[in-house]
């Protein structure tokens, strides 16, 4: 599970919640947390929760200057002087991509300024739908900065039901048409990637969430299975 700020009747209570996970079979990749939970009145705080719940990474999901000239250079320095304190707690940090870190900037892309300018061990969340989403290639991100790629996203976004190219596209992992299996190959080389979070943002032919994100989970896991074999 990678949580992003619910937590229900367990908002006070990371000890129970680790419990209540631990009887569903299920343990904690890391977190979504903003910017705002990381102030210095506030991060011990945030850092003694998450290290209870047997998270592994804070991962900042999503700040709109990371796509503004000035704000972006914000951005880096606050990343670069959190880092230090988040790492001497045992935990990992890093930054997570939509869409709009893909626009042009410096002659790269807003996503390369980030991952240029922050220490080598600021982890990399990159989600793979939204970097398809905006036209360019995960692999070669994964590989341009190597090992930084430790935790990642797998999902697909469609623009509208349709892919870049105005054909349909199914939002549901196996159906996809994606070739994930060189994305995995690829992030087991160069990403030294330990987790990925199944998300699922679209639900087609009147699936609910539930459903929807239980078919991608088969299709993920059969891609793995095949990839195992190989």
């Known amino acids: ?30 977190a979504h947390v903003g910017f705002d ?77 980030i991952a240029q300018n922050t220490d080598e061990n600021m982890v990399l969340q990159l989600d793979i739908g939204w970097v398809n989403f905006a036209g360019k290639d995960p692999i070669h991100y994964v590989k341009e900065y190597e ?26 992992i196996g159906e996809d048409g994606y070739d994930w299996t060189e994305l995995f190959n690829v992030m087991k080389e160069f990403g030294g990637t330990k987790w990925i979070i199944l998300e699922q943002e679209e639900y087609p032919n009147g699936l609910t969430s539930v459903e929807a994100v239980e078919q991608s989970k088969q299709g993920l896991d059969k891609l793995l299975s095949e990839v195992n074999r190989k």
């Open 1 to 30: 599970m990678e949580f992003a700020g619910v937590f229900g009747k367990y908002e006070q209570d990371p000890k129970a919640l680790k419990a209540f996970l631990q009887k569903q079979g299920l343990v904690v990749s890391g």
């Open 147 to 172: 090992g930084r790629t430790l935790t990642t996203h797998y999902k697909v976004r469609t623009h509208d039901g349709l892919n870049k190219d105005g054909k349909a596209l199914s939002p549901i």
């Open 37 to 113: 939970k990381l102030t210095q009145d506030k991060i011990d705080a945030t850092l003694s929760f998450y290290k209870t719940l047997g998270a592994n990474y804070l991962i900042i999901p999503w700040d709109d200057r990371s796509w503004q000239p000035d704000g972006v250079m914000e951005v880096v320095n606050e990343l670069n002087e959190l880092l230090p304190q988040i790492n001497a707690s045992g935990l990992a940090f890093g930054y997570h991509n939509h869409a709009e870190e893909f626009n042009e900037f410096k002659s790269q892309t807003y996503w390369d300024y």
